[in-house]
């Protein structure tokens, strides 16, 4: 048998037809026929089937599918006729061999007797379509019987012109039943949704685990690479998918259709598109479309995505305007809904979202997908083109599409890889790269600098100038977020789990055309909105449910009154300072009697649980420190494979006497349970109370670990805890008992060492291929609104300092910044950071400290102590990429009286202009900085951006003049003592006489610079200077 089903007669005798499926789909193929017989099989008497001759072309045929479904392979130039008692075959004899073996299951399954007609090898067969002719006229009892054909098939070969010469020329009427066997294929049976999700679950791992890190090292390491050679190296991996670590045999796969990649403003979203030889183009703006469709026993599956380089915001735009569009048409698959309602549901979203796109969007959103790659039916994939300035660039096309299977009871996407912005919008574009290149002229024969110098100095410069306008843009909006959340009442928590809301906040529609419409003036719940709809004197009059206080109904004999009591100010236990509308009316208490009881009933009952559902989200949000019943584990069953790692040790430890036991930690399907051979030490993590989950592999350190910080406190044994670990140590600790040292060239300590590299190795391995299971499972759509996912410590990152009382290697990640392997543990989530100040900088000291100030102002302040000075400007990039504020300061500041400054007076703190205090550079002088500083929270009015801490504007205007420059000396003038600054300005007046600067060249400016400030300190403004630019590429 080739790849795509076809028999191959030699040997056929080593293949057999499944009479079970058999018996089962043509029982199903003759009910749809007798059931839908006028509307879609055209009335017809008989269905005539030809298959034409094998073909080296991928191509998808209704013919040969209903082969596919109904025997199991391909027959090539082989004619078979249903009818009500018969089903003629017309073949080979070694087909008609293995077809032979249906006759009794046919007759069992719809009556029907199966006549095989030998067609010999050099005859065409006309006498034997002549017998089937006749056949079909007796069996309709009729001379121009109804023929059911599939039109848009032409005839190939000689076999099939021949037959459909027979047809055309013979008194039958023709019927295109095209729609019929569409109709017939859309609904699929179990066998047939296990092939197209593992065709899917291959498509989407070869996407996942080789497109996109193939495509990130071209990008990164600037590589030449043609789309078509993409192409082949993606159709190989297809074609082997144990490269890509998914379990299913070669034989088995195929190709849907040559994987697309298309870049450089040449796009065609046709689904018979290719790659051209053209370069993968990933400049700035640029667009990348990946298309990948694989087979998996003939059934197709289909994904594509779209990756944003450098994105600009027409782009960003569209493609969230897409995104959601898609969610939107995936939303609208339901059983039931007319075809019209799913792209009507995209259509409504761009209307709404991005109505100068809404020319763009294509006619058509995909297609329906199974044995055929196009089936007839369901639109998924969209189109948008819009324009930038760039050649390359000027048209970019979009294109989203998944494999979604609709059940009766759900909707399930099979084609997990993420298309969210944050993962497919990549920025490779370095910040120095956006600068204008600057030619340098020199009026002297003196060498000028290479490229590379003056390009690096241009670099360093716009690095930190973009810097420096990125924190004060951070800080206006800092201070614009803090006024807000003051201003609104709320004790400063910024992570949403503060107070509950305050009333001008609770918003169910933004406008009066968001509000549905209604026929009937009745009561109606939006859950969607959390709103309730009253008819108030003619109008549906929209209230949030949290202003619903209680709800209660009465019924008498025939009638049941409904009364609706509101939170308004000066009731008992009612909190006033959330109703703070100054002049506004409140509605204390409404009253309905209606006749329709039943109405009644369900109306009151969905209030109370939309007001419960609301009730505990806010108060979740208000407060999820205290310990919480958790749900039940559901234990993982057959169909979900077992998730295991073995001999784990767990931090916090299980109390108690004894030996401390290893034990075992399994994922289910909705927790994990780690338990030891013990029947008391067990632990279970539910899903949805993990907040962060990390895999810290063993790199310098012994353990290689897991660790989840959770939302709501445990039970470790006897120990209330919010983090868990669980870790193996990847080496063993040995003591050597004799005095001497062992040589390093020791060939008993070379082999000790290797066991260990391949015994850590194999645990990382291990640890790995569990938290990737684990991550395919939580990319299911039930845990969606989780947003789980393991996070991995970029170590590159990392920086020493002293979070508690011992000394520990800190570590951020996407999310967070941790210590993990210390304990206490460190885990700061990044979004629940205020601002951060970096304390005793500028002193010339070896080490600082850093103060987090969390948007929760009750919360105190965490100190990391003792980092060194080394990691200031590594620590300052990596702020200023997380897009969080950082300020400067000599020396420690006291910060509880700050806070509860802030708290007690947030208006003053809000009009002395916020954070802006914490601005060192805002300050005009060095006494008058420490002086601020010592008294803790004193806003400062002088003006921002000064350049220098004397008053001596000659002074400011030597270290302005020659800021490009300060990065040189920097190094060496922390080393030693420093003169005055009277004297560097006497110095510097004189060396300014003697040499014009306009006449200087380059590198005599630079020597003079160096000979100058050999011996002097650095100027505070120095400190803000950034690390050189990183080559490492970041996601947007």
Not at 776 to 795: A, M, N, T, Y
Request: aromatic fraction near 8%; charge should be negative; charged fraction near 30%.
């Amino acid at each position: 048998m080739a790849d795509n089903g076809k028999v191959n007669p030699a040997g056929s005798a080593t293949y057999t037809i499944n009479l079970e499926n058999f018996s089962k789909r043509l029982k199903v193929f003759y009910d749809h026929w007798k059931e839908h017989k006028s509307d879609l099989w055209g009335s017809s008497d008989a269905i005539a089937v030809a298959t034409p001759p094998p073909s080296e072309d991928l191509r998808y045929l209704k013919s040969s599918a209903l082969n596919i479904w109904l025997l199991g392979y391909e027959f090539p130039e082989t004619i078979i006729v249903f009818m009500q008692k018969q089903i003629h075959f017309l073949c080979s004899q070694k087909k008609a061999n293995l077809i032979g073996t249906i006759k009794k299951a046919a007759h069992e399954a719809v009556g029907a007797d199966v006549f095989l007609h030998v067609k010999a090898k050099n005859e065409d067969g006309s006498d034997l379509m002549d017998d089937i002719l006749h056949a079909v006229r007796n069996q309709s009892k009729s001379d121009s019987p109804t023929v059911g054909h599939i039109l848009k098939e032409a005839p190939e070969g000689k076999l099939l012109e021949t037959w459909s010469n027979k047809l055309s020329g013979s008194s039958a009427q023709l019927k295109d039943v095209t729609n019929g066997f569409s109709e017939l294929f859309a609904v699929k049976d179990s066998t047939e949704i296990t092939c197209v999700k593992k065709a899917a679950y291959l498509a989407s791992s070869v996407l996942k685990n080789f497109v996109v890190p193939k495509l990130e090292k071209v990008i990164d390491e600037e590589k030449k690479v043609s789309h078509s050679s993409l192409m082949d190296d993606t159709e190989k991996v297809i074609l082997d998918p144990l490269k890509v670590k998914v379990k299913l045999k070669s034989e088995n796969v195929d190709i849907c259709y040559p994987p697309v990649f298309q870049s450089g403003g040449k796009f065609d979203l046709k689904p018979g598109a290719s790659s051209n030889d053209d370069y993968l183009y990933y400049d700035s703006a640029s667009v990348i479309i990946c298309a990948i469709g694989s087979k998996y026993g003939s059934y197709c599956s289909n994904i594509a995505r779209t990756y944003l380089i450098d994105a600009i915001p027409t782009q960003t735009k569209a493609y969230e305007t897409l995104m959601k569009a898609h969610e939107a048409a995936i939303e609208a698959l339901k059983p039931g809904n007319p075809m019209s309602v799913v792209y009507n549901a995209a259509v409504a979203v761009v209307e709404k979202d991005a109505p100068e796109l809404l020319p763009h969007l294509t006619k058509s959103a995909g297609t329906g997908i199974g044995l055929e790659f196009r089936e007839s039916g369901l639109n998924l994939n969209a189109k948008m083109i819009a324009e930038t300035t760039s050649e390359k660039t000027k048209q970019f096309s979009l294109l989203l599409a998944d494999t979604v299977l609709v059940t009766e009871e759900k909707r399930d996407i099979l084609t997990t890889c993420s298309k969210a912005i944050k993962d497919i919008a990549y920025s490779f574009n370095e910040d120095e790269e956006d600068t204008p290149v600057v030619k340098v002229e020199s009026k002297t024969t003196e060498v000028l600098p290479s490229k590379a110098t003056l390009r690096s100095d241009n670099q360093e410069m716009s690095k930190e100038e973009l810097r420096r306008q990125h924190q004060a843009e951070l800080a206006r909006q800092k201070n614009e977020e803090t006024a807000r959340r003051l201003a609104g009442g709320g004790s400063g928590s910024g992570d949403g789990r503060g107070p509950a809301r305050a009333s001008n906040e609770l918003v169910a529609y933004k406008n009066v055309n968001d509000v549905p419409y209604s026929r009937e003036l009745v009561i109606q719940v939006d859950q969607k909105n959390e709103a309730v709809l009253l008819p108030i004197y003619g109008s549906m009059v929209p209230f949030h449910v949290s202003t619903v206080k209680s709800v209660t109904s009465h019924q008498d004999n025939r009638t049941c009154t409904i009364r609706i009591f509101f939170n308004v100010p000066g009731m008992p236990f009612s909190n006033d300072s959330k109703l703070n509308s100054q002049g506004a009316i409140y509605l204390k208490e409404i009253t309905f009697r209606s006749k329709d009881t039943r109405h009644s009933s369900e109306v009151v009952q969905q209030i109370k649980t939309l007001r419960r559902q609301v009730a505990s989200r806010e108060s979740e949000r208000a407060e999820r420190a205290t310990l919480v019943t958790q749900e039940k584990l559901q234990l993982a069953n057959n169909r979900m494979k077992m998730m295991r790692l073995s001999d784990l040790w767990i931090r916090p430890a299980f109390g108690g006497r004894g030996r401390k036991l290893s034990g075992n930690l399994e994922a289910h399907f909705n927790g994990f349970r780690y338990s030891t051979s013990r029947s008391d030490e067990r632990v279970d993590i539910m899903y949805g109370n993990i907040k962060h989950a990390f895999f810290q592999p063993a790199e310098k350190e012994m353990i290689t670990l897991l660790h989840f910080h959770l939302h709501n406190h445990i039970m470790v044994g006897n120990k209330k805890t919010k983090d868990v670990q669980f870790y193996v140590e990847v080496m063993d600790v040995v003591q050597t008992l004799g005095g001497s040292r062992r040589s390093a060239l020791d060939p008993d300590e070379i082999e000790e060492e290797q066991r260990e590299r391949d015994r850590k190795n194999r645990i990382n391995m291990d640890f790995q291929g569990f938290v990737n299971k684990v991550n395919d499972h939580w990319s299911q759509p039930q845990f969606k609104g989780l947003d789980l996912e393991f996070d991995v410590p970029l170590r590159e990152l990392g920086f020493h300092g002293v979070p508690y009382k011992a000394s520990a290697f800190i570590i951020p990640t996407s999310t967070c910044l941790v210590e993990l392997i210390e304990t206490p543990f460190l885990v700061v989530s990044l979004s629940e950071i205020e601002i951060v100040n970096l304390e005793r900088v500028g002193f010339g000291t070896k080490n600082f400290d850093m103060a987090i100030v969390f948007k929760d102002f009750k919360k105190d302040v965490l100190r990391i102590d003792s980092i060194p000075s080394t990691s200031l400007d590594a620590i300052k990039e990596w702020l200023d990429t997380t897009d969080l504020k950082y300020y400067e300061s000599r020396l420690n500041l006291n910060w509880r009286p700050i806070l509860k400054t802030i708290i007690d007076d947030p208006q003053k703190f809000i009009d002395d202009g916020g954070w802006e205090f914490l601005n060192m550079e805002a300050s005009d002088s060095e006494t008058e900085e420490t002086e601020e500083s010592d008294q803790g929270y004193e806003p400062s009015d002088a003006e921002p951006e000064s350049e220098s801490e004397d008053d001596d504007s000659d002074s400011a205007s030597l270290v302005e003049s020659d800021e490009d420059d300060d990065d040189d000396s920097e190094d060496d003038s922390e080393e030693e003592k420093g003169k005055t600054w009277e004297e560097l300005e006497r110095e510097a007046t004189n060396a300014d006489r003697e040499h014009g600067a306009e006449s200087d060249s380059e590198e005599e400016r630079r020597r003079r610079k160096a000979k100058t400030f050999s011996k002097s300190r650095a100027p505070e403004r120095s400190s803000f200077k950034g690390a050189p630019p990183s080559k490492k590429s970041r996601f947007r």
